[in-house]
């Protein structure tokens, strides 16, 4: 089965500090991986996505994600860690629904990231 | 400014009885989709939508039901056969490009007491 997993419930980062949220996808085919931020009591928002032959893409607010083939990773990263990162990070891929034929997101569990003053 | 809208924000019902959650794009996509959302679990397909008058159940039907009669509106009912409705329903909609990402409304709270 095709899928996504973040195997962090939590990260904590100090300000100012590198951040680096995981991800890890399961796909045949060429994976459409993708990183949302969602700030309590509200809807998700589109930070990045991976664009084949990039294996560092940028994408808002300072963040951007590395593509490893060999690892079939796609880590969230960013160089310096503000207070107000602070927010859950989801990881989704799209992929061939079971009810066939179209490309459906499929998202990981959420990471929540704490950003201490 | 284009966007997705759910309403209401937050909605309270007694058992057994129905509830229609409302969710209205103007970003002039096509496909359209209802997540569910409960602490720890991520976000998990209900139903989704590629064009008008047609929809495909998701992950987690049971209990739901959608129509799609115009291109902006996907309303999502929960039914009084959902065994645990209470959690916060999210409304997306996109382009059916692969590469393509989802842009969300900012959710309706549902709780069932």
């Known amino acids: 089965a095709q899928s996504v997993a973040q195997p962090e419930d939590q990260v904590n980062v100090a300000e100012g500090n590198p951040l680096t949220v995981k991800c890890t996808y399961s796909v045949s085919g060429n994976p459409y991986l993708f990183w949302y931020v969602q700030y309590p009591n509200r809807g998700l928002q589109f930070l990045l996505k991976y664009i084949t032959g990039d294996n560092l893409v940028k994408g808002s607010y300072g963040f951007e994600a590395e593509f490893n083939k060999s690892q079939t990773s796609f880590h969230l990263k960013k160089p310096s860690a503000l207070v107000s990162d602070s927010a859950l990070y989801f990881c989704a891929v799209r992929t061939e629904h079971a009810s066939g034929g179209s490309y459906i997101p499929t998202f990981g569990r959420g990471t929540s990231l704490i950003v201490h003053p | 400014d284009g966007g997705i809208t759910q309403s209401p924000k937050y909605l309270f019902r007694k058992e057994g009885q129905n509830v229609t959650l409302s969710c209205e794009q103007n970003l002039n996509h096509d496909a359209m989709y209802w997540y569910r959302q409960d602490p720890g679990q991520g976000l998990r397909l209900i139903y989704y939508?590629?064009?008008?008058?047609?929809?495909q159940k998701g992950d987690i039907a049971e209990g739901y039901s959608v129509s799609r009669e115009k291109k902006e509106s996907f309303p999502l009912t929960v039914t009084s056969a959902q065994k645990n409705p209470t959690a916060f329903y999210l409304c997306?909609?996109?382009?059916?490009?692969?590469?393509?990402?989802?842009?969300f409304g900012n959710g309706t709270r549902l709780t069932v007491t």
């Open positions: 997306a909609s996109g382009m059916a490009e692969k590469n393509s990402p989802l842009h």
């Open positions: 939508s590629q064009i008008v008058n047609d929809f």
